[in-house]
């Protein structure tokens, strides 16, 4: 008789009955070993690690120092990009990670067929529900019955999540694994709300100012924040949804409770679309929490392709030794279990014939160390009668324990290109040395006489901005920002463009950084390094002492900065201690004394400080701690955690580079309103605020969220109030960035209709992109071109039109009539063809490109910060722990 292939369901079913026996025999077997007292280990999570004496070991420098009885899971976390490129599943993939290349080959068994059901007499009780086809789902979505949105797990509680539909500034809450429905993080799926009447109160929600226990019904979750403004990473935007306040649920007729309760909250019949409703039925409940239901999944999410954990081993030999059956060969029906790092993901099955072969073969020979190498998996299967997905392993890392492996799988997990660049990406770069072409300086306004300087980290080699300043009659100021002109280089549609758009950004950890562009290029050539000459993009402004920009200039231009300050250069001349540090100053190139510099500081630190303190009361919030760093030993492992506080000259710096991407912004929306790229921040996430003033009002503080310059004006005042209490200060102020949500780019294009979503929330500004940092960001150089293109066609419209005028699309006061014109229409067009200025489609495609890989990025420093923080603290004493936790913004720690 021939064996019949197992199915997905009856896979699932054997798992379940195993993992149900195996947890039985496993609590007899872990009753019996607390009594023993030679114990070296435990199981946590299912996960084990072997205890060791807590010190790195001499003979390998990489091995993270480890304690007793600590699992895997308590390894920090990272998260994939949710739509990022994917790793293909490849032999040449595996055979990296393999000592047998041949080993590494996935068994020709493994497709598709293999998890269908094959025999129709098993009938099984489906855990989820069917998911709805796609017809079904857009018919709904037409008839606003569901809504389509981003779907998020609360990685402290996987039972519970949330999903974010656009426009909506609440999020739906999705209660229990049931009603995730197979829903993977980072999915884009169809969601079915709940009648009004089930819809439990708002955690959070404040009647006169006193929080109810009872009220908070669900544990904090982490989210996707924006945390602090860094050299204007800080955008925001207005939402058109607002709240009415509490009591309005009166204020609904009794006619619209039908339709709540229908489920078809949205409905596109009548004014307005299901969002907008959605909008005013929120409004008009504040104290309410929509909770829905998925129904399907309309785009997989690409971190299925990549889910970082570990084997269970430990499991699979128990179960093997406690079945009759293990002196048998192993069967096609076998499997393994993978138990994801990340906790917002659901344990994975992995059937053991797909595994590759050296797992295979070290599986076979019961060996127990390879439940400590750290894999990456790919979903291939999820059945509405599968309690868990079914996998295949595509990738090992190394050991678990070892900070090297940590950290590709981190990168590997977010898609993080750290390959070298491409022969052809190189081929069209300038060698070193590389001197500016005489014919490129005649084209340019010729800086090279004016007193330049950049001032940045230490560390860095890639210096994209650098300023000047001017003192001009009437007690006015013309300050510099010189940005480096990377898109001279970067031209479109060459090889170079194609590898800079891909990468998006660089990504940097404390150790390393993996660049955008070349480092010949990046840390070279195009970076604004002292004594030497350099291209640049410049926006001079014309400032009063308040501030106000009176006048500008934007062009192309060389420049040859005269020297390198680091921002506690900057700090001790702002001080007055600059004389003291006399032999530690960098050196001078050029015609210029120390004084130069000195005088040029200052003049920009006095300006900087007028604009911070125009820009917070014309409503700017900022959040801001000091920066978590590490102290590394001489074999790489972290050993200390330190804090970095920001500084005035971290803020002189910010200061400008806000304004110039701000004016970039006004340029080339104006220029072109169809395909510009700008960077907008939405408003709070309100069921996180209404957390946040809960807890506010619980401890007797008084929060006002309804702007951004009165929830800065509240947490200024609170900290005043607090000043003597650090610790609660940090928590106040971690505590508020829960509910900012993450800055994204964008088309003007797309919302040509709807400019008040154009905005800025923490910047209080109506326009703002990034311009200043083109050799790490790749929207810069996308901004760069078309600001080359506004200045060209203005140019050619002026020489045109015989006007003497200075500027009419680049300027301060900008000519409408121009840009609309005829003429102006036609140049613009003409350079912007030039320079490669995109269609709306493809701005469009940029931006949600580069928006993933920026939050990729974001994450890979958060993770390895996680990871460090994580080695610090298994050197650390345990009275040391808590106060360490705090200020490293730990969200939980494991004390051993």
């Not at 299967?381 to 950290?407: K, N, V």
């Not at 120390?594 to 820009?615: A, C």
């Amino acid at each position: 008789m021939k064996k019949s292939v197992v199915s997905a369901e009856q896979q699932s079913a054997k798992a379940g009955e195993r993992i149900e026996n195996g947890d039985k025999d496993k609590k007899k077997k872990r009753r019996g070993s607390r009594r023993s007292k030679n114990t070296s280990g435990c199981v946590v999570e299912d996960i084990h690690v072997e205890s060791s004496d807590g010190k790195a070991k001499d003979n390998n420098p990489n091995e993270l120092t480890r304690a007793s009885n600590v699992a895997f899971n308590s390894m920090p976390y990272s998260s994939a990009s949710p739509l990022v490129p994917s790793a293909q599943v490849s032999k040449q993939l595996l055979s990296k990670s393999c000592p047998d290349p041949r080993d590494c080959e996935l068994s020709s068994i493994m497709d598709a067929d293999l998890f269908q059901q094959v025999d129709e007499c098993v009938s099984l009780r489906n855990i989820f529900s069917s998911h709805w086809s796609l017809d079904a789902v857009n018919q709904a979505l037409e008839k606003g019955e569901v809504y389509k949105a981003l779907f998020r797990v609360n990685a402290h509680n996987r039972s519970e999540a949330y999903c974010k539909i656009d426009g909506v500034p609440t999020d739906i809450l999705i209660n229990g694994i049931a009603g995730q429905n197979r829903a993977v993080e980072g999915d884009i799926v169809a969601v079915k709300l709940d009648p009004l009447s089930l819809w439990p109160k708002m955690k959070g929600f404040v009647t006169e100012n006193v929080a109810k226990p009872e009220e908070t019904n669900s544990p904090p979750e982490k989210d996707e924040r924006v945390s602090h403004l860094e050299r204007g990473e800080i955008d925001a935007q207005q939402n058109k949804c607002s709240v009415i306040g509490q009591g309005a649920e009166n204020c609904v007729s009794r006619n619209s409770m039908p339709l709540l309760d229908s489920c078809s909250l949205g409905e596109q019949t009548g004014n307005g679309t299901a969002v907008e409703k959605l909008c005013v039925i929120l409004s008009s409940f504040p104290n309410k929490r929509p909770t829905g239901q998925v129904v399907a999944v309309v785009e997989k999410s690409l971190v299925r392709d990549s889910i970082v954990g570990l084997l269970d081993v430990k499991r699979w030999i128990h179960y093997k030794e406690a079945n009759a059956r293990t002196s048998k060969s192993l069967s096609d029906d076998d499997y393994i279990q993978l138990m994801p790092a990340d906790p917002r993901f659901t344990k994975l099955i992995v059937p053991f014939h797909a595994l590759p072969g050296g797992i295979r073969a070290r599986l076979e020979s019961m060996d127990p160390t390879l439940e400590a190498e750290l894999v990456a998996a790919q979903i291939v299967d999820w059945s509405e009668g599968s309690q868990f997905p079914l996998a295949q392993i595509t990738h090992m890392f190394g050991r678990g324990s070892e900070l090297e492996p940590q950290i590709s799988a981190i990168l590997y997990q977010n898609s993080v290109c750290d390959s070298e660049f491409s022969h052809d990406s190189l081929a069209s770069l300038p060698r070193a040395p590389w001197e500016v072409p005489e014919e490129e300086v005649q084209q340019r306004k010729d800086l090279r006489d004016l007193c330049v300087f950049t001032i940045d980290p230490s560390t860095a080699t890639d210096l994209d901005d650098a300023l000047s300043v001017q003192s001009l009659p009437g007690g006015f100021l013309r300050v510099g920002v010189h940005i480096a002109d990377v898109s001279y280089y970067v031209l479109p549609d060459t090889a170079l463009d194609t590898e800079a758009q891909f990468r998006s950004t660089s990504v940097y950890m404390l150790r390393r950084k993996i660049p955008m562009l070349p480092p010949s290029l990046s840390d070279n050539v195009g970076s604004l390094n002292p004594g030497v000459d350099r291209l640049a993009f410049s926006i001079f402004l014309d400032l009063n002492r308040e501030g106000v920009v009176t006048d500008r200039w934007i062009g192309r231009t060389v420049i040859k900065s005269c020297c390198k300050l680091s921002y506690d250069h900057a700090q001790d001349i702002i001080d007055e201690k600059h004389d003291v540090a006399a032999n530690s100053r960098p050196a001078l190139h050029g015609p210029f004394e120390w004084s130069d510099v000195v005088r040029s500081i200052k003049q920009l630190s006095e300006i900087s400080t007028n604009l911070r303190q125009k820009r917070f009361r014309n409503g700017a919030l900022q959040l801001e701690n000091s920066k978590p760093s590490f102290l590394f030993d001489e074999h790489g492992v972290p050993y200390e955690f330190v804090l970095y506080p920001t500084k005035a000259s971290n803020h002189l710096v910010e200061e400008f580079m806000l304004l110039a991407n701000m004016t970039a912004a006004e340029v080339i929306s104006r220029a072109y309103p169809d395909s510009a790229l700008l960077r907008r921040h939405p408003e709070p996430n309100l069921r996180k605020l209404k957390e946040f003033e809960g807890f506010c009002a619980k401890h007797g503080m008084e929060l006002d969220s309804s702007s951004s310059g009165r929830f800065h004006e509240s947490l200024e005042k609170i900290t005043e109030t607090l000043k003597d209490d650090a610790v609660f200060v940090d928590i106040l102020n971690n505590y508020a960035m829960k509910p900012m949500q993450s800055a994204s780019y964008f088309c003007t294009g797309n919302l040509k209709d709807c400019v008040a979503e154009w905005g800025h929330y923490a910047l209080a500004v109506p326009l703002y992109t990034h311009f200043t940092s083109p050799l790490r960001r790749y929207p810069d150089i996308v901004v760069h071109r078309a600001v080359a293109a506004a200045l060209e066609a203005e140019e050619c419209f002026l020489k045109q039109k015989q006007i003497s005028v200075r500027s009419c699309f680049t300027g301060v006061h900008f000519d409408k009539d121009a840009v609309e014109s005829m003429e102006g229409k036609e140049a613009l067009s003409v350079a912007g063809l030039k320079h490669g200025v995109p269609s709306t489609e493809r701005v469009s495609e940029i931006a949600a490109y580069c928006n993933e890989r920026k939050l990729a990025s974001r994450r890979v420093k958060d993770a390895c910060d996680k990871l460090y923080t994580w080695c610090v603290l298994k050197r650390k004493k345990a009275s040391s722990i808590r106060n360490f936790c705090i200020i490293s913004k730990a969200s939980y720690v494991y004390v051993w």
